[in-house]
């Protein structure tokens, strides 16, 4: 059974764990290299008002994927960015949509009216994935310059609240 909830203190090894395993991987998150817990309590006191974390936790409290928004430059303050993580072999079991039913909830709490999501081209997981939680394409960056120097394309697809 999964259960959805906001990110306690104990879950950064986890969270730290699952992110590293999907980077090591590669091919699906622009993040080229390992995360510490420390990062992931930096990343959460970014705009801590206009964000929401939330992990998906299995019987054993293991995290097996979390969510989250926030606020991005380039988008206008109604919009969030969103970012998600399943841990490898665990896809299609319903830990995504869980996570999103979450995330959308507190998207609306938080005033957003709608959710951007910036995946990589070669991310046929993700790009589904988002289109399944009803995202609409609505634009492309051609040639973006991760930060281990390799260079991608990025689809954006959009999910009004």
């Given amino acids: 059974m999964i259960k959805v909830r906001r990110p306690i203190p104990l879950d950064l090894t986890d969270m730290a764990r699952l992110l590293n395993a999907i980077i090591h991987e590669g091919g699906t ?7 510490t817990g420390d990062d992931l309590v930096d990343w959460m006191a970014f705009e801590p008002t206009r964000n929401a974390w939330h992990v998906a936790v299995d019987g054993s409290e293991r995290v097996v994927g979390f969510q989250w928004i926030e606020p991005e430059k380039t988008l ?4 969030a ?11 299609g079991l319903g830990i995504g949509s869980a996570l999103f039913d ?6 609306k ?9 910036n995946i990589r081209a070669d991310n046929e997981g993700g790009l589904i994935y988002y289109q399944s939680r009803g995202f609409q394409d ?4 051609e040639g973006y310059e991760m930060a281990n ?9 959009r999910f009004d609240l």
């Fill in 138 to 141: 609505y634009g492309a960056i």
């Fill in 149 to 157: 120097g390799q260079i991608v394309d990025k689809r954006l697809k």
């Fill in 76 to 79: 206008p303050p109604e919009a």
């Fill in 102 to 107: 979450a995330t959308k909830k507190a998207a």
């Fill in 81 to 91: 960015n969103i970012a998600t993580f399943v841990e490898i072999g665990q896809t």
């Fill in 109 to 117: 709490e938080l005033g957003y009216i709608w959710i951007n999501a």
């Fill in 29 to 35: 998150t622009a993040l080229a290299r390992p995360v």
